[in-house]
Each structure stands twice: as C-alpha cells, then as structure tokens.
C-alpha cells in the first residue's frame, strides 16, 4: 500500500476513535506517537482536520420564496450538487460522528461467571470480574471488552456486521463463537466454531484469520503475534470454573493467571516466558496451581509482602 495512502487511511481512524467517549489518555500517547512518527502523518491529519471543519462550516438552507422552476436543464445540474453535498454530509456523519441507537454496559462479579443475552439475541459469558460495553448503530455493532474476558455466540445479522474492540485491537466476527481475553501483558483470542479475523493493530499489519481450533495471542510489549492451534475443551476453559491449557508458554498462563489474583504473577527472568506447561487450575483457587507449579517446571514462587507472585528459574 502506498504509504501517502496508507497515513491517510490511519488519520481517518484516529479523527473517528479520538471522537469516542472510550478514548483514554493511553490512547491519546499512542496518537501523538503516530502523529510524531512521520511528517506525512501529521500532514494527512491536519488535512483531514480542515476538511471536517470545512463541512461544519456548511450553512443551513433557507427557504426562500417559491419561484417558478429553472428550465430542466439547470434544474438537473442543481439537483446532481445538491445530492453530492447531502451525501459527503451522510459519509462524514456515519464515518466520524456515529449515532449510536443503544448502548449498555455488562459485567461480572469476582466471584462467578455470569451470561448475558444481548438485545440482538447475542449472547456473551463473562468470566470473572470483567466488563463489556455494547453499541448498537443503524449498519453494525461494537463491543468494548474494557476488562478480563468474554465468550461471544453471535447472533447472525449480515447487515450489521459484529467487531470486538480490546485496547487497539479489534476482532471482526465472521462466524460465531469465539473468545477473547484481555491481560496486562497480551491479548489472545480463540475460535470455537466459525471464523474471526483478528487485526492486533488496524491499519499497521499483523491481521489474522482465525477458523475453528485457531487461537492468537498478542504481546503487547513486543507486538508479537504468536498462533496455535487449541482443543475445545481448552478454548474458554473458564466458563466451567477449570482453566485448561495444553503446551502453553508460561509466560501467557502467568498473564491470565493474574486476573484471578488479588495481586499479578510475574516473572523474575524474561527468559521464563517461553516454557511451556500443560495442565489445568481451579479460576476459585489460581495460589494452589502457584504452589504445584515447582512440580511442574525448574521453578519456584515468592510470595512478596503485597500479594504479588513473582517465579524465579528453580536453583541446584
């Protein structure tokens, strides 16, 4: 893609995500870093910026008195300019300044999963202590997975298509039962049955199509995207209480195991991300897998004054 083209198409997503009411002051850093990252970007911005001011500059039509009608002709030419200014008005309203026709916010406790039914007959399980926000407009629908992680059976509607928002990344549902997790440190998505395609940052690569058994987790700190392949009984294991993981990097289980956790598990040494562990833990008791885990792995976990569990590599 041409790169002129390409900070063009990211100016407008950053004009539309800045207009959000979810628009945090991480997200505010992430754009001035973009902004800063090449002349043309700040360029493409402030094009698009002047453009929008331009149309909110549009007066509105007076009525004025009836005259008798122009000769067809002009009639026509009158007719063509007023349809094109009624629909660059229309793209620029439902481009940058969307309504929303519903909106609610779900979430769980810190104790049980909970289940939702959506007002479009979605349904959505909440794992522990997490937290949606739904939108519904006239041509789609949006969920925010503000915390923690969520099992998705959409409801089919071709018109209104169904996308997944989690930090920067997004999940555009193309079938219909999948899962996504939000950590500290990743983000990994999972398909039980259809196909998602999962863009860890629109607009700057790393997209992904995901089928059934297909997961992907997102490093946030490296920008990695890592896929394999998961059973069904792994994919939102959570959802019966048991977290099942098979060959998974220690690293990622430490990240999901956090949100069970009063306080985070951390890793004393980077290199103690990549083993990789099988096995299964009780969400309701995460600190008994922390004390089997030595047996598991040449590891050992301290336990620090303010709860959190850091994992040392095991001494001779």
Avoid at 14 to 38: I, N, P, Y
Avoid at 176 to 203: I, M, Y
Avoid at 235 to 259: C, T, V, Y
Avoid at 262 to 278: F, G
């Amino acid at each position: 893609m041409d790169s002129k083209w390409l900070a063009e198409e990211q100016a407008a997503q950053w004009l539309s995500r800045r207009s959000s009411a979810c628009f945090s002051a991480a997200d505010e850093q992430q754009f001035q870093d973009w902004l800063g990252a090449a002349a043309q970007n700040s360029e493409a911005f402030a094009a698009l910026q002047q453009i929008w001011a331009d149309f909110s500059q549009v007066p509105r039509p007076v009525l004025a008195p009836v005259r008798a009608a122009p000769p067809r002709r002009h009639w026509l030419r009158h007719a063509a300019a007023a349809a094109c200014i009624v629909a660059g008005l229309l793209f620029v309203q439902s481009d940058f300044s969307p309504q929303v026709a519903t909106e609610q916010s779900f979430s769980s406790s810190p104790q049980a999963v909970s289940e939702v039914e959506l007002a479009d007959g979605s349904r959505v399980m909440l794992n522990l202590d997490s937290r949606i926000q739904v939108r519904y407009f006239e041509d789609r629908r949006e969920v925010v997975l503000e915390q923690g992680a969520a099992f998705f059976s959409v409801a089919h509607d071709a018109s209104r298509p169904f996308t997944v928002h989690a930090r920067d990344s997004r999940v555009q549902v193309l079938g219909t039962r999948f899962s996504v997790l939000k950590g500290d440190e990743h983000l990994a998505v999972a398909v039980e049955q259809g196909r998602v395609r999962f863009s860890a940052r629109p607009g700057e690569g790393g997209e992904a199509t995901l089928t059934a058994g297909d997961a992907a987790d997102l490093n946030y700190a490296s920008a990695e995207l890592e896929r394999s392949r998961q059973t069904p009984a792994e994919i939102a294991s959570w959802r019966s209480g048991q977290l099942i993981f098979r060959n998974r990097p220690l690293g990622q289980l430490a990240d999901e195991l956090s949100h069970y956790r009063q306080a985070p598990v951390r890793l004393a040494d980077p290199a103690l991300a990549q083993l990789r562990v099988s096995g299964s833990l009780d969400i309701h008791r995460p600190d008994a897998f922390l004390d089997a885990l030595p047996h598991l792995l040449a590891v050992r976990v301290e336990r620090l004054a303010d709860g959190q569990a850091l994992i040392h590599t095991a001494t001779k």
